[in-house]
């Protein structure tokens, strides 16, 4: 909406995929008046969650993803993908916006009709507003869960590899003082998220009968006991 509203007034946005919402020209060189972070690092991301929560949960079979229908559009082939290199089919849960207690219901009724037996939970607002619904319904479902903040995991979740929130704010607020100093921001790069941190929850393992790796223990940022 910003990006509609003016071309003139400088941006600096916290945002997803800027390629995919078309609010840049590339990352390294953004042109028009918008810069700024993406939470979105890529198709290196789902990859990553996939492969950790198999690494938890190594009876993967069938793998649920429940996000927002407007970022699964450039997610899903990238979660497919990765799902498949553990033989692992993907039951899509897009939702639409605005979300309600009802909406997060009916995905988790759809996954179970599905035949899911775990679930990835995508990095939007939305789910994280909901985290603690979201995690109640996932772990009543009994299924072994990977989120994308750590929040979750405080919540119940089962495990989190989350993007660092702090690091990213603090890259904006570097452009925006660039800015107030006479940069352009079509020249600013728009920066990816590079640092993440795993959260695991053990009572929540315990509790879905999981014995958790060493190896994760010991790559875990965060440990709730």
């Not at 916006?97 to 009916?106: A, K």
């Not at 990213?168 to 100093?181: K, Q, S, Y």
């Amino acid at each position: 909406l910003f990006k509609q509203a003016t071309s003139r007034i400088p941006i600096v946005a916290l945002t997803g995929d800027p390629l995919q919402q078309r609010l840049i020209d590339t990352l390294a060189h953004p042109g028009g008046n918008v810069t700024g972070v993406s939470v979105d690092a890529g198709p290196t991301i789902y990859g990553k969650r996939v492969a950790l929560l198999h690494e938890m949960f190594p009876g993967m079979r069938k793998l649920a993803f429940l996000t927002s229908r407007f970022q699964w559009e450039g997610q899903a082939a990238a979660v497919r993908a990765a799902a498949k290199v553990f033989g692992a089919d993907v039951a899509d849960l897009p939702f639409d916006l605005p979300t309600s207690e009802v909406v997060f219901r009916d995905a988790i009724a759809k996954a179970k009709a599905a035949d899911a037996n775990c679930i990835m939970v995508g990095d939007n607002p939305d789910t994280i507003t909901n985290r603690v619904l979201i995690a109640d319904l996932i772990n009543q479902a009994g299924w072994p869960a990977i989120y994308p903040f750590a929040e979750f995991v405080g919540a119940g979740g089962l495990m989190a590899y989350s993007f660092d929130l702090m690091d990213l704010f603090e890259r904006a607020a570097e452009d925006v003082h660039a800015i107030l100093g006479g940069a352009n921001p079509g020249d600013i790069p728009f920066y990816q998220a590079s640092k993440f941190e795993l959260s695991l929850n053990l009572r929540t393992a315990k509790a879905l009968s999981l014995s958790v790796p060493a190896t994760l223990l010991a790559a875990a940022d965060e440990v709730v006991e």
